[in-house]
């Protein structure tokens, strides 16, 4: 008889995050200094994000050993459980298998507090007194308050303003846990003011948001910034995610066709699909692995490979990535922690060299897919999960389709028990699915060929 679900025990959490970057023949292109248009050195960023964090930014090694009083703290938590979707299966009336890996689990409610807790602790390491980061739905600020009160650190969050008031319960979750919460653009930040005064009235976005982060930190030598997603170090502490993912698919005795992740700037999906893609990478074992984006956000799918801004305001280092352009101000979405225009470097130079398939899903189909899931297997998914969750129904379609079995994996990175209100649009059909035209993009791309 098949398994439910694939439990594991404490001492099974991994002891090391896997470097995909170590098993990469094409290595990702350095960021660049944004002055001088040379490689960064370490040392640049070392103003900006803990020192330890910016060796693991820069590092070849494979396997990089996880602290022992973070790997503690994973055991709130972890091991997550693998589930086997059999109610999934049955209403779509695939032969495929489909799995889940459920992050949902976590305190939070989301993946990010994979990264928020070894993030806090190597500033803690370092004697730093307060982080600041920026948080669009909600999920990042909400996993690094947690953190940073187990740590004893002071956190200032930027919120992306439509969120800050169409997601109340995230802001008095980072409340409960301490953290001071600020609507972004905000009049703290040259940045915020800047952005104010061309758009009094926007909606904010995650590329503002960090750039405000980003000016406070600088200018606070006991501060430091953290981001919750894009950047290499987070990709890494992530792929504990998918190392546990390896072990449970030995223990169901199969081994993914395909593996699925959802992307805003690629940590869950980095994460669940790194430690198969290595199998591919070093024993060209054969595995498919799509990012699922939001069509209004196309990044991997229309946008462009160049060398980009992270931020709005342009004050953080240019980075290689497939991206829409750091001006781009995508729709307002409820998938809000996939309203981000770039890529990140590892994931693009993975994409580039045709490593990661990606597929583009307009809204609907995404809520379509979260309460067919709900309705077969429970868990009300979060809307950036819903995502990962139609590619998954597609593919498993397609496979009865051909009359193939086929093993389809997809990390579900978190519940949408806070994103009620985005389902009551789509009950009450007052939800669309935003048609982005060429034209949008080519002209918020246009202008980064002569950046590098
Ligand atoms: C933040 C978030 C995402 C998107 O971020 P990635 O870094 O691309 O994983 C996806 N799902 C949930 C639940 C999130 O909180």
């Known amino acids: 008889m098949s398994r439910k679900k694939i439990l594991l025990s404490e001492n099974d959490i991994p002891k090391a995050w896997y470097n995909i970057v170590a098993d990469m023949t094409n290595k990702p292109l350095p960021p660049l200094n944004p002055v001088t248009k040379r490689p960064l050195n370490p040392e640049d960023l070392e103003g900006l994000f803990a020192k330890e964090i910016v060796k693991q930014e820069i590092s070849?090694?494979?396997?990089?050993?996880?602290?022992?009083?973070?790997?503690?703290?994973?055991?709130?938590?972890?091991?997550?459980?693998?589930?086997?979707?059999?109610g999934l299966e049955k209403a779509l009336g695939t032969p495929a298998h489909i799995y889940f890996k459920n992050e949902s689990v976590s305190p939070v409610g989301s993946h990010k507090?994979?990264?928020?807790?070894?993030?806090?602790?190597?500033?803690?390491?370092?004697?730093?007194?307060?982080?600041?980061?920026?948080?669009?739905?909600?999920?990042?600020g909400a996993a690094l308050s947690f953190a940073c009160s187990l740590f004893g650190l002071d956190l200032l969050v930027y919120m992306v303003k439509v969120s800050y008031e169409q997601k109340p319960y995230r802001r008095m979750m980072m409340h409960t846990w301490g953290a001071e919460v600020i609507p972004s653009p905000s009049t703290t930040?040259?940045?915020?003011?800047?952005?104010l005064a061309k758009d009094p009235e926007t909606s904010g976005s995650l590329g503002i948001a960090i750039s405000e982060a980003v000016e406070v930190a600088a200018k606070d030598p006991d501060a430091r910034y953290t981001l919750g997603s894009v950047l290499n170090h987070v990709i890494l502490h992530q792929t504990v995610i998918g190392l546990e993912a390896e072990k449970q698919m030995e223990i169901a005795e199969e081994f993914p066709d395909i593996v699925i992740g959802c992307f805003g700037g690629g940590s869950n999906f980095s994460g669940i699909s790194f430690p198969?893609?290595?199998?591919?990478?070093?024993?060209?074992?054969?595995?498919?692995?799509i990012a699922a984006e939001p069509a209004s956000c196309?990044?991997?799918t229309r946008g462009t490979f160049e060398y980009d801004f992270g931020d709005t305001a342009g004050l953080t280092p240019l980075l290689p990535m497939y991206t829409l352009g750091h001006d781009f101000h995508p729709a307002d979405i409820h998938a809000g922690g996939l309203r981000y225009h770039g890529a990140g470097t590892i994931v693009s130079q993975l994409r580039k060299d045709s490593l990661v398939e990606v597929q583009d899903i307009p809204q609907l189909e995404t809520f379509d897919a979260g309460v067919l899931f709900a309705n077969t297997e429970g868990i009300i998914p979060a809307p950036e999960s819903t995502h990962a969750i139609a590619v998954a129904i597609r593919e498993a379609k397609q496979a009865k389709?051909?009359?193939?079995?086929?093993?389809?994996?997809?990390?579900?990175s978190g519940h949408g028990l806070i994103d009620m209100t985005a389902y009551d649009q789509y009950y009450t059909k007052t939800m669309n699915n935003y048609q982005l035209t060429d034209e949008e993009i080519r002209r918020t791309t246009s202008v980064l060929e002569k950046l590098a």
């Not at 507090?113 to 990042?140: D, F, H, V």
């Not at 930040?189 to 952005?195: D, V, Y």
């Open 60 to 86: 070849q090694e494979r396997w990089i050993e996880i602290p022992d009083e973070v790997r503690e703290l994973y055991k709130i938590w972890r091991p997550t459980p693998l589930v086997r979707a059999t």
């Open 276 to 289: 198969f893609l290595r199998h591919r990478l070093t024993e060209g074992k054969a595995v498919r692995i």
């Open 189 to 195: 930040t040259e940045a915020g003011l800047q952005i």
């Open 401 to 412: 389709a051909e009359g193939r079995q086929k093993n389809i994996l997809f990390c579900l």
């Open 113 to 140: 507090l994979n990264s928020a807790l070894p993030q806090a602790y190597y500033n803690k390491q370092q004697g730093i007194k307060r982080i600041t980061t920026e948080t669009g739905a909600g999920q990042w």
């Open 298 to 300: 196309p990044k991997l």
